[in-house]
């Protein structure tokens, strides 16, 4: 059974500073991974989603990466702002059109 | 285009009762997947309809189930409510032939409180 782990649970840090955020699978075998963000209460907004035959994406200043053999992916934010405050989810696919499996999240607070 | 949409935005229930829920798919995807999401955690899969049939099911009870009609659009009903039932319900769509990215569309989901 594949089991999503994001590390660390919750993270605060000051405006301008890049930041790394991380999710572990336990089973190598994915479709894809997606990024996702979530405001309080809302729903998710997709970010960025890797292929299984990718090694990173990039969008603005968002950087997934991906590393499937060791079962890690990394969500790196440059320059964070107050606005990028919000829950950060990683949820990796088995396959096509099969369910996503999601960790339980980051929660991140960029400071002013 | 108006992405997923979901209604109704919250609901209050009391135990017992009986729930629908519904969601209108992203335009162009035909399969539409729910998700509970319980405070602090992660969405878990509930189901997922594609032409009108349940294709896939998650580890939940016969209580929670649900319909997808000709359009495309789905409804989650959930029967005989429990406290444990409180969480957000998001819905999801993507397409049914599995392009390459494969890549699923949330809606901004429906609050359910039961008390």
């Known amino acids: 059974k594949q089991e999503v782990t994001q590390i660390p649970a919750a993270l605060s840090v000051p405006e301008g500073e890049n930041l790394v955020l991380n999710c572990s699978f336990t089973?190598?075998?994915?479709?894809?991974l997606q990024w996702f963000r979530q405001d309080p209460g809302k729903g998710l907004t997709s970010l960025l989603l890797i292929q299984s035959s990718q090694r990173e994406q990039t969008s603005g200043r968002l950087n997934a990466s991906l590393d499937k053999s060791s079962g890690r992916s990394t969500l790196y934010i440059a320059a964070s702002q107050p606005g990028d405050s919000a829950t950060y989810l990683c949820a990796v696919r088995r396959s096509g059109n099969t369910p996503l499996v999601f960790g339980k999240g980051t929660r991140l607070s960029v400071i002013a | 285009d108006a992405g997923v949409t979901q209604s109704p935005t919250h609901l209050i229930k009391t135990r017992g009762q009986q729930v629908t829920l519904r969601c209108s798919p992203k335009?162009?995807?035909?399969?539409v997947s729910w998700y509970q999401q319980a405070l602090g955690q992660g969405p878990q899969f509930i189901f997922q309809y594609y032409e009108e049939e349940e294709r896939q099911r998650g580890n939940f009870p016969d209580r929670f189930s649900g319909h997808q009609f000709p359009n495309y659009s789905s409804e989650l009903n959930v029967n005989a409510l429990l406290l444990g039932d409180s969480a957000l319900y998001l819905c999801?769509?993507?397409?049914?032939?599995?392009?390459?990215?494969?890549?699923?569309?949330f809606g901004p989901g429906t609050r359910l409180t039961v008390l």
């Open positions: 335009s162009g995807h035909d399969t």
């Open positions: 089973d190598s075998a994915i479709y894809n």
């Open positions: 999801a769509s993507s397409s049914g032939l599995a392009p390459p990215r494969d890549e699923q569309f």
